[in-house]
């Protein structure tokens, strides 16, 4: 019997601030889950500290609410002891940049098998509005009252610099982008981590609102997809071309100069760090992605037990490296 998104929700109460974009991803995941028909017994969520960690409450699937930063360390030896598990996590701009930084940096470096969704909002949320590490120059906020003076991580860069093999960017309550976005990070082999523009509406609504307004969105987001044209506008009338003399993105007329718009392709790296540095339009989608050996297969092929599974806890003490005690 196939499932629906509602399958994959549990009895537990929703509770985020009302209008929160926390919503719209958790309806998208679950959605995503149903349509890959997801094994509800090899699937699991791991979450640290902030808004986003009550994902796991709220998905029928095993989870686990873990500790401020550590959730990709955590799933790191979830995927290890099981690499057959589907494993998710979940994080913010927060908890994944700043104490988590470098869990997140070494699981993306490794590859390990991970889906990494990033919620960023730019601020923390859950701890009432202090400035996070993704937020701008002169946000105000309780710690920092007259503007923050810390110069922004661009989420991209630190991914794309850490190594990251699966690099993507969805906004909450774009469906369809959100859907096509999911189900590629789904699917990928590797590390996958996706950048999610989330709004939050009490302590830093509309931050995204010069490209997500839904009135403008045409002209303000560039919607990418492998192999095809960058195209962009009400009648896709402006692309995107390369300037070598800058070495940098521009827009350009796609009706007069067709042959200068760039085709997307998810293995250019060095096009990749440019899309990511583009603003006006900004770059959605699979931005990365170029196929590696998992970090689970190399561990395991190194490994006496050759991931062969033991059959209980005796099996595992007197496994292949048992240590002696005298």
């Known amino acids: ?67 401020h930063g550590r959730a990709p360390a955590i799933a790191t030896g979830l995927k290890l002891a099981n690499p057959d598990l589907d494993v998710w996590v979940v994080t913010g ?35 009432k509005g202090q400035y996070s590490p993704t937020s701008r120059v002169g946000t105000r906020s309780p710690s920092s009252p007259t503007g923050s003076v810390d110069s922004p991580v661009s989420p991209g860069h630190f991914a794309l610099g850490s190594g990251a093999k699966f690099y993507a960017r969805a906004i909450d309550t774009d469906k369809v982008g959100m859907a096509d976005v999911l189900e590629q990070a789904q699917a990928f082999g590797g590390a996958s981590i996706t950048e999610i523009f989330q709004n939050c509406i009490v302590y830093n609504e509309d931050v995204f609102a010069s490209f997500t307004d839904r009135k403008s969105a045409a002209s303000t987001q560039l919607h990418l997809h492998h192999g095809e044209p960058m195209l962009f506008g009400v009648d896709k009338s402006e692309g995107i071309r390369f300037n070598p003399e800058t070495f940098s993105l521009e827009v350009v ?24 540095d583009l603003h006006m339009p900004t770059a959605l989608g699979v931005i990365y992605k170029q196929p590696a050996q998992r970090f689970e297969d190399a561990f395991y092929a190194h490994h006496p037990s050759r991931m062969e599974r033991t059959k209980s806890i005796g099996d595992f003490i007197r496994g292949p490296n048992p240590w002696t005690v005298k």
């Open 1 to 67: 019997m196939s499932l629906t998104a509602k399958d994959y929700a549990t009895s537990q109460e929703v509770r985020w601030c009302p209008g929160c974009g926390d919503y719209a991803i958790l309806k998208s995941v679950q959605t995503m889950l149903a349509k890959t028909e997801a094994v509800k017994e090899n699937t699991v969520f791991v979450s640290g500290i902030g808004c986003a960690a009550r994902f796991p409450y709220y998905i029928d699937t095993y989870g686990f609410h873990t500790i």
């Open 93 to 127: 701009d927060g908890d994944g940049l700043s104490i988590g930084g470098n869990h997140l940096m070494h699981a993306l470096r490794r590859n390990v098998g991970l889906k990494i969704l990033l919620f960023n909002n730019e601020i923390y949320g859950l701890t």
């Open 253 to 276: 007329n796609a009706k007069e100069s067709p042959d200068e718009v760039l085709v997307h392709d998810q293995g250019n790296a060095v096009i990749a760090r440019l899309l990511v």
